[in-house]
């Protein structure tokens, strides 16, 4: 694999995680540098490490993963996102707004496995082309931690925007990215 082709492929695997990002940025009052950082940094990690598991497991597992990535992925982001929009028309809109400063690790860590499914089916197919798997791995990690970084701060934007109905939107991108995967999968077939 050449590296023009490593570095296409590492933004590809992260554009999912960015637009969970974007949700999780703006459900967040305020977000700052080191917060997106946090987030994207929890995020390619996990993004680091699925196509390594997925290259691991090679070919014996490759069917399961190939066909059933695309319903774990859904139903986990669709399951996130409808958490979200609840959580956002509960908000009652006379009070303050009170939005978290930062999301705990393990509401960004199921985000971010939801969201690195497909790079476990990719790390399979890596395993049949001559590529160093831990320095696509390391690409594929910093390209995601960058893009979440980026889309925290873009989603803080947006939340100032919309307002206390910024949660609804964030569940709304994290619903049409399963959807989208799941159509990506269709549509493929």
């Not at 979440?148 to 989603?155: A, D, I, Q, S």
Request: aromatic letters at 8%.
């Amino acid at each position: 694999m050449n590296p023009l082709s490593l570095l296409l492929l590492s933004f590809a695997m992260s554009t999912d995680a960015f637009a969970a990002a974007i949700g999780k940025g703006s459900g967040l009052h305020k977000p700052r540098f080191a917060e997106a950082l946090r987030a994207g940094v929890i995020f390619g990690t996990i993004e680091a490490i699925t196509p390594i598991i997925g290259w691991l497991i090679g070919q014996a597992a490759s069917r399961f993963v190939l066909e059933w990535d695309h319903w774990i992925a859904f139903v986990l982001l669709v399951g996130l996102g409808v958490h979200m929009i609840h959580a956002g028309l509960s908000a009652n809109d006379d009070a303050p707004e009170d939005k978290p400063s930062r999301h705990s690790f393990w509401v960004l860590a199921v985000t971010a496995v939801a969201t690195s499914i497909d790079a476990l089916a990719v790390g399979v197919s890596l395993a049949f082309v001559e590529v160093n798997i831990l320095v696509a791995a390391l690409c594929i990690g910093l390209a995601t931690t960058l893009m979440v970084t980026l889309g925290m701060l873009l989603g803080r934007m947006l939340g100032q925007l919309v307002g206390k109905r910024a949660e609804i939107l964030g569940g709304v991108v994290l619903m049409l990215v399963g959807a989208t995967i799941l159509y990506e999968h269709f549509a493929s077939l």
